[in-house]
């Protein structure tokens, strides 16, 4: 079956660095957009970035260009982010994102990794 597992997260102070991992099964990889979510206290989820399928294209939320990057890894069915410069408001429970753009049904979802940024 589909599964998409994040790892990685945890505690870290302003200024510091992780990286996120997403690692998944169950459906051909190298044919889906992948994609970062994220949801804080109290928000909607939104996007952080993503990684296209065909050409690697990449796009970033403006709240995290030029501290955030996406990369994928298809031998390894993987996709991380590397964050770094990270802000307090970066805390949010961090979710994997598979899909075919233009399938509606072809969309799946990992149970997320929180990140905490607190000194």
């Known amino acids: 079956q589909v599964q998409l597992v994040e790892s990685g997260g945890g505690l870290v102070q302003p200024g510091g660095s992780l990286r996120l991992s997403c690692e998944a099964s169950?459906?051909?990889?190298?044919?889906?957009?992948l994609g970062w979510f994220r949801q804080a206290p109290g928000k909607e989820r939104e996007g952080v970035s993503c990684i296209g399928a065909s050409d690697g294209s990449t796009y970033y939320a403006d709240s995290v260009k030029g501290r955030f990057t996406i990369s994928r890894d298809n031998a390894k069915n993987t996709v991380y982010l590397q964050m770094n410069s990270l802000k307090p408001e970066d805390t949010a429970v961090y979710y994997c994102n598979a899909k075919v753009l233009a399938s509606p049904t072809l969309n799946y979802w990992g149970k997320g990794t929180l990140v905490t940024v607190s000194s």
């Open positions: 169950g459906f051909p990889f190298d044919h889906y957009t």
